[in-house]
Nanobody
Framework: QVQVEESGGGTVQSGGSLRLTCTASGTIFSVDDMGWYRQAPGKERELVAS??????AQYADSVKGRFTISRDNAKSVTLQMNNLKPEDTAVYYCTAHINFYTDYTKLDWGDYWGQGTQVTVSS
């Protein structure tokens, strides 16, 4: 069984910082792209940042220069969020493209999502 779990989040004042961490676990062979999405009330889910296994990172224009995504290891990713703004308030979801063992000899793959963690930025 494979799962993705987030930690971090919380409430911070405008201009503050938060750190989100995501870890994949289970019968994993490898993890390819990992990333963070967010969804604010009444809005569609949007990509915040992603990072490939080769450590190529991409960011939404709205967070460039303020957020940094990094791979802590092969199965873990961190999103460092600085200079937070009220418009960053949302539920943040981690996602990972995972190659995993279905038994000792067979591999399969899938895109997995965490449960989400709330980030609230007060003005």
């Amino acid at each position: 069984q494979v799962q993705v779990e987030e930690s971090g989040g919380g409430t911070v004042q405008s201009g503050g910082s938060l750190r989100l961490t995501c870890t994949a676990s289970g019968t994993i062979f490898s993890v390819d792209d990992m990333g963070w999405y967010r969804q604010a009330p009444g809005k569609e889910r949007e990509l915040v940042a992603s990072i490939s296994r080769s450590l190529t990172a991409q960011y939404a224009d709205s967070v460039k220069g303020r957020f940094t995504i990094s791979r802590d290891n092969a199965k873990s990713v961190t999103l460092q969020m600085n200079n937070l703004k009220p418009e960053d308030t949302a539920v943040y979801y981690c996602t990972a493209h995972i190659n995993f063992y279905t038994d000792y000899t067979k591999l399969d793959w899938g895109d997995y999502w965490g449960q989400g963690t709330q980030v609230t930025v007060s003005s």
